[in-house]
């Protein structure tokens, strides 16, 4: 079964500057792999997917995602933080094998003024 | 918008009491999940559904049923709740009517407290 590792459970950056979540995944390239956010008291809402049509994959809010499967990870940028992007971030892939959705532990994600 | 609602939104109940929570969508999917979220844990899939009274469970099974008599209800019940039950509960659908393996869209959350 796969397993997804999110390097850190709380991210801190100055607004403006480099957002970056780190996303690994276990085992054979999967079929797709996701990032989903969760503001507070909130579902979960779907900010990109990689479908295997392109490795730099181009979301909501002004973040991308690029696949890398020499590295087996799925990393989310943002160029310049915003405060409005303080949230919990979700990295989650699915496994052909299982039929089933495997999501990370989730990094936390402080904007400061 | 996937038109996922759940009820109720928030719930406070007493340890070996039974819960009942109910997911409704309204765009026909056919792929329906129950998650809890608990700190630290990310979301861990309790059961799912893939059609009208065909349920599997998921990696957190113990102490919980479901059930899908519609294609638009999906039930979770806690059958004697414990404490260790105390969480965020969330429904899920997936996009795609034939593959599992596509974007899951979420509901609104349950929070559950049991005391």
């Known amino acids: 079964a796969q397993s997804v590792t999110q390097l850190g459970s709380h991210v801190s950056v100055s607004e403006g500057a480099l957002v970056l979540l780190r996303c690994n995944y276990s085992?054979?390239?999967?079929?797709?792999l996701f990032w989903y956010v969760q503001y507070p008291n909130q579902g979960l809402q779907l900010l990109l997917k990689y479908t295997s049509a392109a490795t730099l994959v181009k979301g909501i809010n002004g973040f991308e995602a690029e696949f890398k499967k020499s590295e087996t990870s799925f990393h989310l940028t943002k160029p310049s933080a915003h405060m409005s992007d303080a949230a919990e971030y979700f990295c989650?892939?699915?496994?052909?094998?299982?039929?089933?959705?495997?999501f990370g532990s989730g990094t936390k994600l402080n904007v400061k003024p | 918008d996937a038109g996922i609602t759940q009820s109720p939104r928030h719930k406070v109940t007493e340890t070996g009491t039974p819960v009942t929570l109910r997911c409704h969508q309204t765009?026909?999917?056919?792929?329906m999940y129950w998650y809890r979220q608990d700190p630290g844990h990310g979301l861990r899939l309790i059961h799912y559904?893939?059609?009208?009274?065909?349920?599997d469970k998921g990696e957190v099974s113990d102490g919980y049923s479901v059930s899908r008599s519609k294609t638009e209800d999906f039930l979770l019940t806690l059958e004697s709740a414990t404490s260790s039950q105390t969480s965020v509960y969330f429904c899920?659908?997936?996009?795609?009517?034939?593959?599992?393996?596509?974007?899951?869209?979420f509901g609104p959350g349950t929070r559950l407290t049991v005391l």
């Open positions: 989650a892939v699915s496994d052909r094998n299982f039929n089933k959705f495997y």
């Open positions: 899920a659908i997936s996009e795609s009517r034939d593959s599992p393996l596509d974007t899951q869209y």
């Open positions: 085992s054979s390239v999967p079929p797709y």
């Open positions: 559904s893939y059609g009208v009274k065909d349920t």
């Open positions: 765009e026909n999917h056919r792929y």
